[in-house]
Nanobody, 116 residues
Framework: QVQLVESGGGLVQPGGSLGLSCAAS????????MSWYRQAPGKERELVAT????????DYGDSVKGRFTISRDNAKNMVYLQMNSLKPEDTAVYYC?????????WGQGTQVTVSA
């Protein structure tokens, strides 16, 4: 079955950097677009970034453009999110996501806290 496992979250100071990873299994990874979402307490889940399957096209939410970079390694079935210039408002649980045959699949999430 589809499995997504995020890692790399933690506590970082404002202005710092953090890298997240997502290990995918149970489907043909290279043929699907992959996304990162985040959800802060009391807020709706928000799309952070998406990377297409073969072309590698990348799209970002307005709040993270120029600071975050999504990437993937199809040989390793991994998707990454490099986060730079972090702000307190980036604090959230970050989720890896894939849409497959109309169904959305999520990892368990990884907590990112940006605080001094």
């Amino acid at each position: 079955q589809v499995q997504l496992v995020e890692s790399g979250g933690g506590l970082v100071q404002p202005g710092g950097s953090l890298g997240l990873s997502c290990a995918a299994s149970g489907f043909t990874f290279s043929t699907y677009a992959m996304s990162w979402y985040r959800q802060a307490p009391g807020k709706e889940r928000e799309l952070v970034a998406t990377i297409s399957n073969f072309s590698g096209r990348k799209d970002y939410g307005d709040s993270v453009k120029g600071r975050f970079t999504i990437s993937r390694d199809n040989a390793k079935n991994m998707v990454y999110l490099q986060m730079n210039s972090l702000k307190p408002e980036d604090t959230a649980v970050y989720y890896c996501n894939v849409r497959r045959y109309g169904n959305l699949y999520w990892g368990q999430g990884t907590q990112v806290t940006v605080s001094a």
